[in-house]
């Protein structure tokens, strides 16, 4: 059985509900994001609330977190309640397709479901939290696009095929790739996963870089360490 709870440095993460698990590559995304520190920050899909609480770890921005299912709604607003940011963050249980604001985001953050059809299961609150039926790519990208300021940051993160095909269409909806991440669970491996960040227009400066969580000795390497070192209890 899972643990129920994922303890970090400053917050704590209470996750009983199927499909809700705190994830390294959660983590890292978390971790790598450079948070926008004026402003408002949209954090779509919230789940447990991680996303929002990593980075308001490292912002005064306030944040919107919004989330389709109402039970995970309610623990994702548990979970702030109970950490030192309970007042920066609001929890909306909203749907993107339907949720409208009055002002633009200064950043906006997803880490999207991305299985298809083929591999759900029996819970319903795990199919939405994993597959990409409730949060499909256009849907994503036409309501971030919408909701972001100009000057904005809109960051996501999918497997490599995934994100291959998000990037192809984001580029052809207006938004440029400022910079991508690929990240490998051990040296040598294939990519894991892939964290990009968009902006609206053209942006010539793009940067590619990569991030290996393990050695071949099966140890944390230097660079996850001193990502993670201000969030992980024991690094």
């Not at 996963?193 to 969580?213: A, H, M, Q």
């Not at 993670?228 to 209890?233: A, E, F, N, R």
Request: charged share 20%.
């Amino acid at each position: 059985m899972s643990n129920t709870y994922f303890q970090f440095k400053q917050f704590r993460i209470d996750q009983p509900i199927d499909g809700m698990k705190v994830t390294t590559d959660g983590c890292i995304f978390g971790a790598l994001i450079k948070p926008a520190q004026e402003g408002k920050i949209l954090d779509i899909g919230t789940g447990t609330g991680l996303l929002s609480l990593m980075i308001a770890q490292r912002t005064n921005a306030k944040i919107d977190a919004i989330e389709i299912h109402p039970e995970v709604a309610e623990q994702a607003a548990r979970n702030i309640v109970n950490s030192p940011w309970f007042d920066q963050i609001t929890v909306l249980n909203q749907d993107l397709s339907t949720y409208k604001s009055k002002e633009h985001y200064n950043q906006i953050v997803c880490n999207p479901p991305f299985f298809k059809d083929n591999h759900k299961g029996k819970s319903k609150t795990k199919n939405t939290a994993i597959h990409d039926d409730t949060l499909p790519m256009t849907l994503l990208l036409a309501h971030s696009f919408e909701l972001l300021m100009q000057e904005g940051s809109f960051w996501v993160m999918y497997p490599a095929h995934e994100m291959s095909l998000f990037e192809d269409l984001a580029t052809s909806k207006g938004f440029s790739i400022r910079q991508r991440t690929n990240i490998y669970n051990k040296q040598g491996g294939s990519v894991f996963r892939v964290i990009s960040e968009f902006t609206k227009g053209i942006n010539p400066d793009f940067v590619e870089t990569s991030l290996t969580i393990k050695g071949q000795d099966d140890s944390y390497s230097k660079e996850f360490i001193h990502l993670l070192k201000d969030y992980y209890l024991h690094l």
